[in-house]
């Protein structure tokens, strides 16, 4: 476990309340990524909160985004302190680091890289919603970035179950541990 404690960070990514209230079964994750943030904390692994949102009007989002494009006009709207707010089922500390990315990735439009650094992270531990967004998007690039991750599997939901499989099992374990939380939890 040594070389998952040292050096290393619990994201927990997109676990806000504009996103997870989408998600069936939600409650049921909230309740294992609340025990993997829990796990970090009594190891002193730092948690970081990774959650998206724009400014109000929205003025990040291009409509040439295919991702977030179609949702501009919905996501300019949009009451962005609420939807960007940390699930409160997860018991977000106030001394715990929040980061605001723009895009799918943890890294793009964010300051994550420079709060890594500045902490030493050299590995990550990956939760979060979803394992088709935010998790694939920020396990390619953090790989490319030459970080050693474990993803915890049963931490992290996709609307699609075959697209969950798939990743953690064809994609994810060719960059990053793969474990449950159980496995983790005991190392």
């Known amino acids: 476990m040594e070389q998952h404690i040292k050096n290393s960070a619990l994201l927990v990514m997109d676990m806000q309340v504009g996103?997870?209230?989408?998600?069936?079964?939600?409650?049921?994750l909230v309740g294992k990524v609340t025990?993997?943030?829990?796990?970090?904390r009594e190891k002193?692994?730092?948690v970081i909160y990774v959650v998206v949102g724009f400014r109000p009007g929205a003025p990040e989002v291009s409509t040439s985004n295919k991702s977030f494009g179609a949702g501009k006009e919905r996501f300019a709207k949009m009451d962005m302190t609420t939807f960007m707010t940390v699930h409160p089922g997860l018991g977000a500390k106030a001394d715990e680091i929040i980061v605001t990315k723009r895009r799918v990735s943890a890294f793009t439009g964010s300051d994550l890289e420079v709060v890594l650094r500045a902490h030493g992270i050299h590995?990550?531990?990956l939760t979060g919603i979803a394992t088709g967004g935010v998790v694939l998007s920020t396990v390619i690039e953090a790989?490319?970035?030459d970080y050693q991750m474990t993803v915890i599997e049963?931490?992290?939901?996709d609307g699609d179950e075959e697209?969950?499989?798939?990743?953690m099992e064809k994609?994810?374990?060719?960059?990053?541990?793969?474990?449950?939380l159980e496995e983790w939890s005991k190392m």
Do not use: Q
């Open 19 to 28: 996103i997870v209230g989408m998600l069936p079964a939600a409650e049921a």
């Open 35 to 40: 025990k993997a943030i829990a796990h970090a």
């Open 44 to 46: 002193n692994i730092p």
């Open 123 to 125: 590995h990550l531990i």
């Open 143 to 145: 790989a490319d970035k």
């Open 154 to 157: 049963d931490c992290c939901a």
């Open 163 to 167: 697209v969950h499989r798939v990743l």
């Open 171 to 180: 994609i994810f374990s060719k960059r990053a541990d793969v474990m449950t």
